[in-house]
Each structure stands twice: as C-alpha cells, then as structure tokens.
C-alpha cells in the first residue's frame, strides 16, 4: 500500500535556525500516528507545515498523490485541532461547527444534516442549543472534533489535544479519539510530548529530537524495544548504563556483570521492575522510599549510581539508609546501539 502522506526530506527553519533537518516519514490511509518527543524536537513545526501554516525551506509534503507543498492551508483538506479548542464562546455549540461549512457556503437542510451527523459522531447530539462556557473541558474538545470532522479533512492533525484535560477526562478522551478514528477511518497525526498517550493512541509512533526521527515502530516496539539511550529514557527505562572496555559505565564506578555483555551493545537500560532487589552481587543505600499501590518504589545510591526499582507492595517494606544487595541481569535488559 502507498503511502497516503508522504514527508520527503523535508526541512523547516525560522529564520536561520534549522528546526527539521531533511525528515523523511510516510503515513498510511486511516492510520493514527503519534509524534512524540520533548519540547523543541521539533515535533509541532511538522505538523505546522503539514497543515500549510510553515512553508519549508528545502523537500516536499504530498498528500493523497498530490503535492501540498505550496498549497494554501484552505486548499488542503487538512483538518487542524488545537490544544486551546479555539471555540467562539459567543456562538453556540451548531453554529461553532457549523463555522467552517457557512464559510465554504453550505447552507439550509444541508446543513443542519451535516452538523447533526458531527455532532451525533461525538456523542453531543442534544447539546447544540449550549454556549461553550456551559460544557465541561471534555465535551469542549468534542465539539472541536466535530468541527473539524464535518470538513471531510483528508487528514486530521492533532496538536497536544487532551493536555488541558485533568487525569479521567484524559483516559475518556482517548477512547473517544480511538473510536472516532477507527469507524470514520480518517487518517489523523497526533503531537504530543506524553508517552502514555502516545502509547495509548497511536499504531505507529515517531519518537522525535533535535528535529530528525530517533525512532519510528509500533507502540509495542518503542516500550519495548528503544533503539538509543534517548528513547529509553523517554518511555521510562530509568537505568540506563553505558557500555565502555567491556564494562557497564554508570555516574560513579564502572560495573563488570556476571554474564557477557551482547555483541554491538553501546548501552543497557533496565526499567525498575527488572532490578532484583535482596540479591545479587552490588550493593546500594536507599535514599528513597514510597508506596504507590500495588509497588513500593525505592531509589538507591550505589558505586555505579542511583538505581531505581519498583517491587510489589506485599513484600516487606525496607527504611531509608538500609543497605540492600542489587543485580542488574543482562537477560533482563534492553540491549542499546546509539
């Protein structure tokens, strides 16, 4: 299948600063793809070109086999839902999604038809008659999806959508996002600096620094398999070692580990779970300690540095400034190249 969005070596600048340095992505008809990525990697400047609103200093953008390059954003088909909503709080709810279409003048029974549909689509079918300041933050965002759902967008970008939303609305958004983009198969890109979301949402995720693509895989390959220090960290391998004379380099000493070190390997990253705690050949002081639930959560400063391990709650709870023994297995590590 050819791609539906095509990035080829795309390259964005503000003024004499390269944001995006010669990007190359394509994105399938009726897949959600998640830019994810720290502040100023670059992330958002994609989006903004893919929606006309940044012309790129060098590459192409071509959508649905055509090029969009030098297109005018309202000739491109390509919905944009911002982070604040941007709703008219003086309009009400038909007539903020209602916007788009009066200008491309569409008018009377159609409509109406049209609206209604958008409306029913996001589950707020009985709330035209409202204003927004009378909807909660969730069903706002709703109202915005439907705004732009009714264009017919070839694609759909999404700029950090649900980060206004407090912890539930977040988890019921994204349900919603999820079934919307699965049963109106609109291809959608996804901005977000929240690895959980993009995990949670995405069928493939582009991990993002420095304005170039770290990593690109399914949700299951980025969590479970990172390329590079950088993506580890990122999706919460909290110790992560380098590799240098055979040894495992941490902040402090350097570590020889039982087992032979894989073939090629720059680094290692164990995430907490993965540390065994009460055995094993190092030692380390906790100097931090909490209970979250079904985990205690312990921090320990050793030789090598600090480890940070989660254990299930049933077990016995161990104070600060007790001295435990640690491993660090390599068959229960992420093997790094970069």
Known sequence: MSDFLVLDNLSLSYGRTTVVDQLN?????????????PSGCGKTTTMRAVAGLLTPSAGKIVLDGKDVTRVPPNKR??????????????????????????LKGMRGDALSSKVNEGLASVGLAQY??????????????????????????K????????SNLDARLRLEMRTEL???????GLTMIFVTHDQSEALSLADRIVVMRDGEI??????????????????????????????????????GEAFTLASPLPEGATGLAWRPEAVWLGEGAFEGTVIGAAFVGQMRE????????????????????????TRLAFDLRVEDAVVLRR
């Open 25 to 37: 992505l394509g994105v399938r008809k009726g897949e959600l793809i998640a830019l994810l990525g």
């Open 178 to 184: 999820q079934r919307v983009q699965k049963e109106s």
């Open 214 to 251: 770290e990593q690109l895989g399914t949700p299951e390959d980025i969590y479970n398999r990172p390329v590079s220090a950088f993506v580890a960290d990122f999706v919460g391998f909290e110790n992560i070692f380098a590799i240098e004379g055979g040894e495992l380099k941490g902040k």
């Open 155 to 162: 694609i759909l970008l999404l700029d950090e959508p649900l």
């Open 77 to 102: 088909q390509v919905g944009l839902m911002f982070q604040s909503y941007a709703l008219f709080p003086h309009l009400s709810v038909f007539e903020n999604v209602a916007f788009g279409l009066r």
């Open 128 to 153: 035209g008659d409202r204003r927004p300041a009378d909807l909660s933050g969730g069903q706002q965002q709703r109202v915005a999806l439907a705004r732009s759902l009714v264009m017919d967008p």
């Open 298 to 321: 312990y921090v320990l400063e050793s030789a090598i540095g600090r480890i940070k391990v989660n254990v299930d709650a049933n077990l016995p709870a161990h104070p600060l400034d």
